[in-house]
């Protein structure tokens, strides 16, 4: 099963089930949120991912009781084109994060 953003205590990279391990980022150091939520380069820094991964802007699932985006409280719910773009655009909010997930494996560059 992939690894799903936490509802609480949500890392960047450093706790279990945090935004780097449900995208499958292959960087250890050097981790950009923007890069993370988007896919882009941000001061140099382009994370890359794993083959059943891809930016947070390209979950297939997303939410949890702590999400801030509208219509997503409630955990596994089909993420929604205007998700996508609040969490690939700025302010890069990891809350937006929560409960993300990629299901179908894959992702890419926010193309949806």
Avoid: W
């Avoid at 993370?36 to 820094?45: A, Q």
């Amino acid at each position: 099963m992939p690894s799903v953003v936490a509802n609480t205590n949500v890392g960047l990279s450093v706790t279990s089930n945090s935004i780097a391990e449900a995208c499958e980022c292959q960087e250890s150091t050097n981790i950009s949120l923007k890069s993370l939520c988007d896919g882009s380069t941000s001061d140099g820094i382009r994370n890359t991912f794993g083959s059943g991964g891809g930016s947070a802007n390209d979950f297939e699932k997303l939410g949890g009781s702590n999400n801030p985006i509208s219509g997503f409280s409630s955990g596994d719910t089909d993420i929604t084109t205007a998700a996508a773009t609040l969490i690939g655009n700025a302010p890069y909010k990891m809350s937006n994060c929560i409960g993300g997930q990629h299901v179908a494996g894959g992702g890419g560059g926010g193309g949806r």
